[in-house]
């Protein structure tokens, strides 16, 4: 089964740490983004997550990303767990970032 505890790095240099990942499937962790819209310096980020612990090598997770620490932004990932060609566990994701706008009416450009 795929193990999300360590260190990951995608492709544009951030980096995710998962401590642990409980029997549960419940993880912790934080994000270190490289990218950032923000004009306050990038700080790392707590997350919180979970995953299938399915037998296979294939499992499906999710996680929160609170970007408290610099930003009032908050981003979703939900991504599934495979093996590439040389037997490495590679994690592909998609995400939402939400940021926070002032009223109702502006709603509709808070999601990326």
């Known amino acids: 089964q795929c193990n999300l505890t360590g260190w990951w790095k995608n492709d544009l240099g951030s980096k995710m740490q998962v401590f642990n990942v409980d029997s549960q499937g419940d993880f912790s962790g934080m994000y270190h983004t490289a990218v950032s819209s923000t004009q306050k310096p990038i700080k790392p980020s707590p997350l ?3 995953q299938h612990l399915d037998d296979d090598d294939k499992c499906t997770f999710g996680f929160v990303v609170n970007w408290k ?4 932004s908050t981003a979703v990932f939900v991504g599934q767990c495979f093996m590439d060609d040389k037997e490495r566990e590679v994690l592909q994701t998609a995400w939402l970032l939400r940021e926070k706008v002032d009223d109702l009416g502006n709603d509709w450009k808070a999601t990326r």
């Open 48 to 50: 919180r997550g979970s």
């Open 69 to 72: 620490n610099f930003s009032d």
